[in-house]
């Protein structure tokens, strides 16, 4: 079974995406070749524009549908461009791929009229040469508990943890709680209790090497978003409590999150030593989910099967520090 801490309520989004030779999925199958021309694009624009305009009926923009046949299936340019507060030339230009002034304020007033999804959304921005916005999480995915709740059950009998943007801890396994000492009276905050945590401390035998790690990562995803207040909350309750975040934090390290060789020293079966690796799931771009794997050393995966093991479970009902 595996640990929840209930923060599924929070939407927000991470990441940046650049522009140009990204590419990204419409939801449609529509993506465009990295490094694809700008003619190229402009040809994608334009088909998918009248493909969005196409799906949309009237009486669902608000306008009256009529009795009568409409030659176009779905909107009408001119009523995209009235619905969208833009010039009806304009909005043609647009969807002909001309090469013209866009902002994002027009693209959103257009994905709004269009219905677009938030990867079609971002996929506009991409079409027409602009950044587009992080992804934010879709209603429909928003309640993804059981799924992930299985995927890290799943992967059993090593540790696995679920958190947010903000390294708060959202959902662990048992192995987590058994072998990284993962509890409800700890902060909940993966970065605060990697300083803060004696338990945790006690057992990390590669603490000084990965510190330096983290907070370079810490801080790469802060820079993604500097005026975010959750960021801000976590950084001061670090650097309140933690003399050895504060100093690796003035370094202004900065690295992407990827994986990370973990030695740890269990009380009950000595050496372990695992590679942590962050993956995220599109659809929930709040949300990172962490896996630890055993590597071919210290006879480490065996030993994380007896942990486990209903006589390992026993054994480690108590956490000792050591």
Known sequence: MSTSIGRWEYGWGVGTYGGGGTTSDDGGGHVPAAGATRSQRRNELREFLMSRRARVRPEEAGLPGGGGRRRTPGLRREEVAVLAG????????LEQGRDI?????????????????????????????LNPPAPQVAPDKRDMCDGLRRLIDTWMPYPAHIMDVYYNCVMYNDAAAIVLGMRPDNTQNCLVDFFVDPLYRSRSGSWER??????????AACAARPDDEGFRSVLAEASARSAEFRALWAERDIEDQ???RKELNHPLVGSLVVESTVMKVPVRPDLMIVLHTPLDEENTAAKLEWLASPEGRRGAMYPVAG
């Open 86 to 93: 833009v010039g009806a030339s304009w909005y043609q230009w």
């Open 258 to 260: 990827g994986q990370i």
């Open 101 to 129: 002034s866009v902002s994002p304020q027009v693209l959103d007033a257009v994905a709004r009229v269009l219905r677009l999804s938030d990867a079609e959304r971002r996929h506009l921005y991409l079409l027409a040469d």
């Open 210 to 219: 990965n510190a330096r790690t983290v907070v370079a990562q810490f801080r």
